[in-house]
């Protein structure tokens, strides 16, 4: 079983940043290719951004392409969106999901809420 825990979201003014963390409870995170998802109220989940195993590749919805990037430090077991020119319409709770890239087991983090306002 592993673990995803989310955290670096607020409040922020639009044109503003956040930097999210998912930190991941395992042994062989460079196993685990992950991803970004978020979730707007009355909205389904969407894919936000995703990276691969290793760090190789990486691929963003074309709403946040050219302002957020994905990251991950395999030393740490932490992937990073980094966000930046926020807007109102990236408001929603952001969720961390790993799958293990050989058996393709499928984790979620409980998220975390990015409210942009002014």
């Known amino acids: 079983q592993v673990q995803l825990v989310e955290s670096g979201g607020g409040l922020v003014q639009p044109g503003g940043s956040l930097r999210l963390a998912c930190a991941a409870s395992?042994?062989?995170?460079?196993?685990?290719?992950i991803s970004w998802y978020r979730q707007a109220p009355g909205k389904e989940r969407e894919l936000v951004a995703a990276i691969t195993s290793a760090g190789g590749s990486t691929n963003y919805a074309d709403s946040v392409k050219g302002r957020f990037t994905i990251s991950r430090d395999n030393a740490k077991n932490t992937v990073y969106l980094q966000m930046n020119s926020l807007k109102p319409e990236d408001t929603a709770v952001y969720y961390c999901?790993?799958?293990?890239?050989?058996?393709?087991?499928?984790?979620w983090g409980k998220g975390t809420l990015v409210t942009v306002s002014s």
């Open positions: 395992t042994l062989t995170f460079s196993s685990y290719a």
């Open positions: 999901n790993a799958v293990h890239i050989h058996y393709g087991m499928d984790y």
